[in-house]
């Protein structure tokens, strides 16, 4: 393994077990000791549905906070599960770095591949929930097909209850 | 990286250079000195078609015969130029094995990894040349979503003239 490289390993998390798994299994298999690699957490945050009624918006502004209030939260959350996965399981010398994007996981975690100039792309085979998965279509096949670089698609197996990327 | 694992790298492997790429990168990537893997190259080749006329097969005995050599050939022409690979670019370490079976390449590929418990499929992003991927469908997307293993999906990069897995 080219040690000396300084590889950029942008990994796509969200709120799946699914995609954890992938995060660990790069961890264990893609991480060299001696190696000097970037991990770069990337979530998409769906973008705010703007609820309206005929007579004006759905919901109050104290509402909508409220709702923005949780989709931060939740992003949070995700990436603080990550990173304490990388802390755990990975080598203490990992760097980690985190971007958050709103937009549609397809156009965001693709635009940021490109941009970075990830040396290789790591997500779960679904990468965004199921509901959303049913009308979007699989975000890893969109990414697989247009990002330059190698598309590591993980799936978590059926058997395994915890994200260890083991077996 | 888990470098005591012992783990089953399945590289599928075909007459396109993508394939190689594919190839190189891992052995560039995935590959450590330390690690103890197994890289299994496998080659699908396609079922022989039988060429028939209204009175009978269209070709002899001999030509069919023929036409089985070169089939052969070009799997044996493959299968070396991909070892030959392992042996220069990966550590002296690495061991190779080599699975060739004829059939459809999503068959054969996706029974394979299932049936050796592959621990990663890595294949180029298209998987089985130009003319049939027209016909078949892309080959990749049909691994990934049906071998139970991670599949890391390359593709060889417009600008490079080499299959060297390094930019």
Redesign the interface.
């Known amino acids: 393994?080219?040690d000396a490289?300084e590889?950029k390993i942008l990994v796509a998390v969200d709120e799946g077990l699914e995609s954890m798994y992938?995060l660990s299994?790069s961890l264990?298999?893609?991480?060299?000791?001696t190696s000097n690699d970037t991990i770069i957490l990337i979530y998409a945050k769906p973008p705010r549905t703007v609820y309206t009624s005929p007579d004006g918006y759905l919901f109050s502004p104290d509402m909508l906070a409220s709702i923005d209030k949780c989709r931060n939260d939740l992003a949070s959350s995700i990436i603080e599960k990550a990173k304490k996965m990388c802390r755990e399981q990975g080598d203490n010398e990992v760097k980690v770095e985190v971007i958050i994007e709103t937009g549609d996981p397809r156009d965001v975690i693709c635009q940021a591949a490109d941009k970075i100039h990830a040396?290789?792309l790591v997500m779960g085979?679904h990468g965004y929930g199921l509901i959303k998965r049913a009308f979007l279509g699989?975000v890893?096949?969109h990414c697989?097909?247009n990002v330059?670089?190698?598309?590591?698609?993980?799936?978590k197996?059926k058997s395994s209850s915890s994200a260890t990327g083991?077996?």
Chains 1, 2 share one sequence.
């Open positions: 393994m080219a490289k590889r992938a299994w264990h298999n893609l991480i060299s000791q040396d290789v085979s699989s890893s096949n697989a097909q330059k670089c190698p598309v590591l698609i993980v799936k197996p083991t077996k």
